[in-house]
């Protein structure tokens, strides 16, 4: 990736479980298992392992959700428009990168590819008025648009929440 380059992608992954995965594509370890959500701090409202990052949603259903790639961090801008924001490393080794339902394989959906490497991620929670195709109308839980915003780095900062939202709906 060149310098500020950008790359946007939208999806409509099924939060089955309340949640969607965002993984490397070809990780066999260090990917979301049935003890992920154990060792996550219920205020993140995601859960980290090595190779994934499961993002914790309002509504059982289809959700709309938006990955930005970057070659730089994003600029420091003003929080105000969204619910909750978090941040967390992952590590991309195969270059592959599948945003999956909870119980969805990764082989199973189209992966995003992007240089092999270790990776920045910003999960920001926005209320959206934007439905995905199948959503359910009569679902309960608060449409948010997932944003994720993804960019290379060579350190490990661990899970920062930038913002935290008002309430734990998540879980």
Excluded at 71 to 76: E, F, K, L, R, Y
Aim: aromatic share 8%.
């Amino acid at each position: 990736m060149t310098d500020r380059r950008e790359t946007v992608r939208r999806f409509e992954p099924y939060a089955d479980h309340l949640a969607f995965v965002v993984s490397d594509a070809e990780a066999t370890d260090g990917v979301f298992d049935g003890d992920t959500w154990d060792k996550a701090d219920d205020s993140w409202r995601i859960a980290v392992e090595r190779h994934c990052i499961v993002v914790g949603t309002a509504r059982h259903d289809y959700v709309p959700a938006t990955l930005t790639l970057r070659d730089t961090p994003p600029s420091a801008e003003p929080l105000d428009s969204l619910d909750h924001v978090v941040e967390a490393d992952v590590s991309l080794p195969s270059g592959r990168v599948a945003l999956t339902g909870a119980t969805e394989l990764p082989n199973e959906v189209e992966p995003v590819l992007l240089a092999p490497g270790h990776y920045r991620v910003r999960v920001a929670y926005a209320q959206t008025a934007r439905r995905p195709v199948n959503y359910n109308a009569d679902g309960p839980g608060d449409h948010l648009e997932y944003q994720l915003t993804m960019w290379p780095t060579s350190t490990e900062v661990g899970v920062q929440v930038m913002k935290q939202g008002a309430s734990l709906w998540a879980y």
